[in-house]
């Protein structure tokens, strides 16, 4: 009993010392409960603070991923860990799909996020503790990371929509964790995952690393030290490229001749904060490397290109632009009558569509019959003040990248004649008098200056 009193106040008084000042006006707490020895810790170290505040409201999820055939019986575990303490409790069940390549650890994490960004909690907190941030340290060395991904697991970090995220347990083991656990007399349930050692944490954590502590005990707070310096100059990184960033920002993307001018270094971090900014997965380094070395390289007329899953980053003219990804499922789309009205929002068009009424316009009777967008096939012609010309050659003068060139839409009327390319040219044949001429936004990625 005296070992017991010894070891809570000790545990609940570090986490109450290192509180951080941001979580200070925050009352609703919920835990990711998976119901293994770790979450089971924090679940009851939070539960021992509640009595000393009363203002802290405490919940817990448990994300049922039906990967285990004991799935069922973890969670039952956590109903009546919860119901013990007196915390509410929400069980989440996932469905993971996975695509070719996926890892089904990422996809399954990716899941249990996803549910904490549901959280109608504050604050989210995870009991990831010193022997995790280890262990995540050189998986990301041995993935050949960078400084962020070296800098492993912050303690504190925005979630969504206000949200935080929390790991309070970052500077204990797992073994006070357990000590804990068990001088408190509460259960835990094992995954039997952990025991594969196919999957690289695991070989990490039952082969590498005790043979590591043997020879140097202390290799969890070395490693946790080394992830603090690799967060500050992940920091610096940070500040510099949203330096450049700004210095380089046009309102088409950005000045490539800004960007050219700057360090090899300082460009593939300027281009993975912009990605960053648009919310894009940042490129393998090798594929940011030769995308910048053929942007460098170009002839004025190429636009070399770098395909990411979102989008297209290219160079064209003297601009780094950011196109994002549009999903035509078919060629052809009629529309809805929207003149006089607000911008017609076409996702899978990746823009709006939007008239304007003017001295020279396709005429009401005309659009009322009905209308259309297509897509380029080849070999179209616009009728014009002196013949037919080539679409190609008017997108072309236009000054669209050939991107953009590739995926304009076409204006079709009810027969099948081509009226205009919006935003381009109307047909000259149909605009004789004043009319509507019909305006395309494509949707673009970034911030203009």
């Given at each position: 009993?005296?070992?017991?009193?010894?070891?809570?106040?000790?545990?609940?008084?570090?986490l109450?010392?290192?509180?951080?000042?941001?979580l200070?006006g925050?009352?609703?707490?919920?835990?990711g409960?998976?119901g293994?020895?770790?979450?089971?810790?924090?679940?009851?170290?939070?539960?021992?603070?509640?009595?000393?505040?009363?203002?802290?409201?405490?919940?817990a999820?448990?994300?049922?991923?039906g990967?285990?055939?004991?799935?069922?019986?973890?969670a039952?575990?956590?109903?009546?860990?919860?119901?013990?303490?007196?915390v509410?409790?929400?069980?989440?069940?996932?469905a993971?799909?996975?695509?070719?390549?996926d890892?089904?650890?990422?996809?399954?994490?990716?899941?249990?996020?996803?549910?904490?960004?549901?959280?109608?909690?504050?604050?989210?907190?995870l009991?990831h503790?010193?022997?995790?941030?280890?262990e995540?340290?050189?998986?990301?060395?041995?993935?050949?990371?960078g400084?962020?991904?070296?800098?492993?697991?912050?303690?504190?970090?925005?979630l969504?929509?206000?949200?935080?995220?929390?790991?309070?347990?970052?500077?204990l083991?797992?073994?006070?964790?357990?000590q804990?656990?068990?001088?408190?007399?509460?259960?835990?349930?094992?995954?039997?995952?952990?025991q594969?050692?196919?999957?690289?944490?695991?070989?990490?954590?039952r082969?590498?690393?005790?043979?590591?502590?043997q020879?140097?005990?202390d290799?969890?707070?070395?490693?946790?030290?080394?992830?603090a310096?690799?967060?500050?100059?992940?920091a610096?990184?940070?500040?510099?490229?949203?330096?450049?960033?700004?210095?380089?920002?046009?309102?088409?993307?950005?000045?490539?001749?800004?960007?050219?001018a700057?360090?090899?270094?300082?460009?593939?971090?300027?281009?993975?904060a912009?990605?960053?900014?648009?919310?894009?997965a940042?490129?393998?380094?090798?594929?940011?490397?030769?995308?910048l070395?053929?942007?460098?390289?170009?002839?004025?007329?190429?636009?070399?290109?770098?395909?990411?899953?979102?989008?297209?980053?290219?160079?064209?003219?003297?601009?780094l632009?950011?196109?994002p990804?549009?999903?035509l499922?078919?060629?052809?789309?009629?529309?809805?009558?929207?003149r006089?009205?607000?911008?017609?929002?076409?996702?899978?068009?990746?823009?709006e569509l939007?008239?304007?009424?003017?001295?020279?316009?396709?005429?009401?009777?005309?659009?009322?019959?009905?209308?259309?967008?297509?897509?380029?096939?080849?070999?179209?012609?616009?009728?014009?003040?002196?013949?037919?010309r080539?679409?190609?050659?008017l997108?072309?003068?236009?000054?669209?990248p050939?991107?953009?060139?590739?995926?304009?839409?076409?204006?079709?009327?009810?027969?099948?004649?081509?009226l205009?390319?919006?935003?381009?040219?109307?047909?000259?044949?149909?605009s004789?008098?004043?009319g509507?001429?019909p305006?395309?936004?494509?949707?673009?990625?970034?911030?203009?200056?």
């Open positions: 009993m005296a070992a017991t009193r010894k070891m809570q106040p000790d545990l609940i008084g570090r109450i010392k290192h509180w951080p000042d941001e200070s925050q009352c609703a707490f919920e835990v409960l998976s293994g020895l770790d979450s089971v810790a924090l679940l009851s170290l939070l539960c021992r603070i509640r009595e000393q505040r009363p203002q802290l409201r405490l919940s999820v448990h994300v049922h991923h990967l285990s055939p004991n799935a069922d019986a973890w039952e575990h956590c109903r009546r860990l919860c119901g013990a303490l007196q509410p409790l929400r069980v989440e069940r996932v993971l799909q996975l695509a070719g390549g890892s089904l650890e990422a996809v399954a994490r990716e899941a249990r996020y996803a549910v904490y960004r549901e959280s109608a909690a504050e604050v989210v907190a009991a503790h010193l022997d995790d941030q280890a995540t340290v050189l998986l990301q060395l041995l993935r050949g990371g400084v962020r991904a070296l800098a492993a697991m912050p303690a504190l970090r925005p969504a929509d206000g949200k935080l995220l929390w790991r309070p347990l970052l500077g083991t797992r073994l006070q964790l357990e804990y656990v068990r001088r408190q007399g509460l259960s835990w349930v094992e995954d039997e995952s952990n594969d050692t196919r999957y690289r944490r695991n070989l990490l954590r082969d590498i690393l005790p043979r590591i502590a020879g140097i005990p290799y969890r707070q070395h490693l946790a030290r080394a992830a310096l690799q967060a500050d100059a992940a610096i990184l940070q500040e510099v490229a949203l330096v450049d960033l700004q210095a380089c920002r046009v309102a088409a993307g950005l000045d490539f001749l800004a960007v050219a700057l360090s090899a270094p300082r460009q593939r971090q300027l281009l993975l912009w990605l960053q900014e648009l919310g894009w940042a490129p393998e380094p090798g594929a940011l490397q030769e995308f070395r053929q942007a460098q390289q170009a002839a004025a007329a190429s636009c070399p290109q770098l395909a990411l899953p979102s989008g297209h980053v290219l160079r064209f003219a003297d601009t632009q950011a196109w990804k549009v999903q499922d078919q060629a052809s789309e009629v529309l809805p009558d929207c006089g009205g607000p911008a017609l929002v076409l996702p899978r068009w990746g823009g939007s008239w304007e009424w003017r001295e020279h316009g396709l005429p009401d009777d005309l659009l009322a019959a009905g209308l259309r967008l297509g897509l380029r096939q080849g070999g179209e012609k616009l009728s014009a003040r002196t013949g037919r080539e679409v190609k050659d997108l072309r003068e236009a000054g669209l050939p991107l953009l060139r590739q995926r304009w839409p076409l204006l079709y009327g009810a027969d099948g004649q081509l205009a390319l919006p935003g381009i040219a109307v047909a000259f044949a149909h004789a008098g004043p509507w001429w305006q395309w936004t494509p949707a673009r990625s970034g911030r203009s200056r």
